[in-house]
């Protein structure tokens, strides 16, 4: 019954090492987010897709970049990930007229 | 500029008592006003939302939220709560647009007295 999957649960990763959290979604909503959220503080907007359109934030770094390669998909690609990434990873998805529907999180460890 | 504030990091109150939360909000027209709530390690769940209409809301858990446009306020009520309903819980705004980003309060976290 689940409508956001996100893919691991939990990550852990090397400094330094490539890694991408995925996301999926049951909804065909045309909207999906992907937010960082830090321990004790509210998620912060990385980015957006509206259908195929790429909405990046100002300060998103470099390093965060995202692929939806489809309506059901999308991907965060952290390229080269460092202590201060470590986070909990939500994607969120939205058919513009009731809110946002996130899944469960990914959350990421740097060692 | 758009904002939230959740004034209250930290809310203890005794299981069984009444619950206020307390979302103010400074938005240049009328938002889409939300109420999430999260438990420890785990996604963000909706509580209940503010379109449009009738200014009080009911959500799903017992909750309600009253929307005040004089005030720029957005409450969130429970009459009696249950030790579950301990969890972090955020306010939120959005523009009323299909691509609209949703901008989050800092968070009130629930605690509660057995």
């Known amino acids: 019954d689940a409508m956001v999957i996100q893919n691991p649960r939990y990550q852990v990763t090397q400094f330094g090492k490539p890694v991408t959290l995925s996301c999926s979604q049951t909804l065909n909503h045309n909207v999906m987010y992907w937010y960082q959220q830090k321990s004790s503080q509210a998620p912060k907007l990385l980015f957006h897709y509206y259908d195929k359109d790429f909405n990046n934030e100002a300060d998103t770094p470099d390093n965060f970049q995202s692929r939806r390669p489809n309506t059901s998909f999308c991907f965060l690609d952290i390229r080269s990930p460092g202590l201060g990434d470590a986070a909990m990873y939500l994607c969120?998805?939205?058919?513009?007229?009731?809110?946002?529907?996130f899944g469960s999180g990914t959350r990421l460890t740097v060692v | 500029a758009q904002s939230v504030t959740q004034p209250d990091i930290h809310i203890t109150v005794s299981e069984g008592a009444s619950l206020e939360l307390r979302c103010n909000y400074s938005?240049?027209?009328?938002?889409?006003l939300f109420w999430y709530v999260q438990s420890p390690g785990q996604g963000l769940q909706l509580l209940l939302k503010?379109?449009?209409?009738?200014?009080l809301v009911q959500g799903i858990k017992g909750f309600e939220a009253e929307f005040k446009r004089s005030q720029s306020s957005f409450n969130l009520r429970k009459p009696s709560v249950h030790w579950s309903d301990a969890a972090e819980y955020f306010c939120?705004?959005?523009?009323?647009?299909?691509?609209?980003?949703?901008?989050f309060g800092s968070g009130t976290r629930l605690s509660i007295r057995p």
């Open positions: 503010y379109f449009s209409g009738d200014t």
């Open positions: 939120a705004v959005g523009a009323r647009s299909s691509a609209s980003k949703i901008i």
């Open positions: 969120a998805t939205s058919d513009g007229t009731n809110g946002y529907t």
């Open positions: 938005y240049g027209a009328t938002p889409y």
